[in-house]
């Protein structure tokens, strides 16, 4: 039993300092690649169906999404499900 308390307090301080001591880009997926293949995808769907890509672009508008410029990933995600008619 003593030696027990010891290893887990070990295990759950180990797995505390992994979170705190590696930088957050290290643990998460690499963006670039995905956000190229998003832009790719948008720009195929706007050539597709331009009006209604438009329509959906306005309708991301009035509900507060981004659309100046370059486009976020969210933003990119509700014109998406707005083209798969998801979104109302």
Do not use: N, W
């Not at 309708?59 to 083209?83: E, P």
């Amino acid at each position: 039993m003593r030696t027990i308390i010891p290893a887990i307090a070990a295990v759950c301080m180990l797995s505390f300092a992994a979170v705190v001591l590696v930088p957050a880009p290290a643990m998460s997926a690499p963006q670039g690649h995905s956000m190229r293949a998003m832009r790719t995808m948008m720009a195929d769907m706007k050539a597709k169906d331009p009006q209604g890509y438009a329509a959906c672009e306005a309708l991301a508008r009035q509900r507060g999404y981004s659309t100046s410029g370059d486009l976020g990933t969210s933003t990119m995600m509700f014109i998406d499900g707005c083209l798969s008619g998801k979104q109302r």
